[in-house]
């Protein structure tokens, strides 16, 4: 044995031995800039990639902690309905899925509901887990929306909603395209009551979220480079047999067109936010506070939220 079998060749071995287990731990993610990113880089950074900007995207609970004041908010039980009512199963069984992606997320179903402040404004928020089947929508979800509107109008919080889905979950068929209309139905009921509606489209919104409860805000704000969409550009670009934009259904490109209000980077969401929620509260408010003494209050407690952003 010479000293190449005894020292040089162990320490190679040690070498790939620690290569795989980082691997194994996934400690690094690859953007789609081909970037490495070091994970806790990337969470560092809102999960924004620091080279091309690109808005990876963010579990429910990393939402809540990158939006709510000093990452603290409660997280609203919600109805969870029947699993797999009609039976389904294509290669796997939906149950299979369903255990799947509640191992996996550790959530009942794709959409969570939590209530904070943000820059002291009380507000219920709900988000979707694209981890959780695509962040598809049936009857749990369906519910954890309609639960999450009705706490809003209960308390009288602005509702903030995340969305970031493939669309309405093909398992539950039916009962999932009936949630477009009881999430409609549930919107309606915060423009009756004078609710603040504000949605943050992240990538992708698409299918029937997107026809539905995501598009309906009082103010819609997408994620930079977000795929804005109903059917894919490729379904679109073969029905109408022509070469469509290189941006078509980002998020940029659908604000100039007047699908949505705003394109906000994440840094930025929870200051712009929080900004239009004091106009909008401002207004709404104003509306029914006929006493001096509140509307002064009210002043002030609004100037001491514009120092806070
Ligand atoms: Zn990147």
């Known amino acids: ?30 953007c789609d800039c081909k970037n490495l990113i070091y994970k806790d880089e990337l969470l560092n950074n809102l999960s924004v990639c620091p080279t091309c900007g690109f808005h990876h995207k963010l579990t429910c609970e990393e939402r809540f902690k990158t939006f709510f004041d000093n990452s603290q908010y409660e997280i609203l039980e919600t109805p969870i309905p029947k699993d797999d009512p009609l039976n389904f199963q294509d290669v796997k069984k939906y149950t299979d899925r369903l255990k799947l992606a509640r191992e996996k997320t550790k959530q009942s179903d794709a959409i969570l509901i939590a209530q904070g402040k943000l820059n002291e404004i009380e507000v219920t928020v709900g988000a979707q887990n694209f981890n959780f089947i695509g962040g598809s929508v049936g009857s749990a979800s369906g519910e954890a929306f309609v639960h999450g509107v009705q706490q809003a109008v209960d308390k009288k919080t602005p509702f903030i909603f995340f969305s970031c889905s493939g669309g309405q979950r093909m398992m539950e068929s039916a009962i ?35 026809a539905s409860f995501a598009t309906l805000g009082d103010i819609l704000i997408g994620e930079p480079k977000a795929v804005i969409a109903f059917a894919g550009k490729r379904v679109i670009q073969n029905t109408v047999k022509e070469t469509l934009p290189e941006d078509f259904q980002t998020a ?48 002030k407690n609004l100037s001491k939220t514009s120092k806070a952003v």
Do not use: C
């Open 252 to 299: 940029e490109f659908v604000k100039d067109h007047g699908g949505i209000d705003l394109v906000v980077e994440r840094k930025y969401l929870r200051s712009t936010i929080s900004t239009l929620l004091s106009i909008l509260l401002k207004k709404k408010e104003s509306q029914f506070i006929s006493n001096n003494d509140d509307v002064t209050n009210l002043d």
């Open 176 to 210: 999932s395209l009936m949630q477009m209309t009881r999430t409609v139905v549930a919107v309606n009921e915060l423009k009756k009551n004078n609710i603040p509606y504000i949605v943050v489209l992240g990538n992708p919104t698409t299918g029937g979220v997107s």
């Open 1 to 30: 044995m010479n000293w190449i079998t005894k020292f040089i060749k162990p320490k190679i071995k040690s070498l790939f031995k620690k290569r795989s287990s980082s691997t194994k731990e996934a400690l690094w993610i690859t």
